[in-house]
């Protein structure tokens, strides 16, 4: 459990560093100003290194996730099946009633 939860941790910080490193779409959206551009609205060509990497590291989180769902609410059953359930309510403690002082009357 231990281990999967480091992992998850790596994949996601990963994750976020390799989305923050690719260029958008919209990188090349000057040289429609200054020129003709194929990548303008992206390449349409085979996938970049870091678009592997991202998609690897997608499926490396979505699988982890679902694993610590799984061991989360397989250990939350379990606890609730373990907890007894009272077969009849507690009687009432009697306590004995101590009789009170009386109280003194306001002079006039």
Known sequence: MTII?????????????I??????????????????SQTIFGSAGAM???SKLTTVAAIVFMITSLLLTFASTRRASTVMKERSVPT?????????????????????
């Open 48 to 50: 970049g290194f870091l």
């Open 5 to 17: 939860i480091v992992v998850h941790i790596l994949v996601c910080v990963s994750l976020i560093l």
């Open 88 to 108: 009849s309510p507690a009687a009432p403690s009697e306590m004995p009633v101590q009789p009170q002082a009386p109280v003194p009357e306001p002079k006039k």
């Open 19 to 36: 989305v923050l490193l690719q260029a958008g779409k919209g990188a090349d959206m000057g040289a429609a100003f200054g020129g003709a």
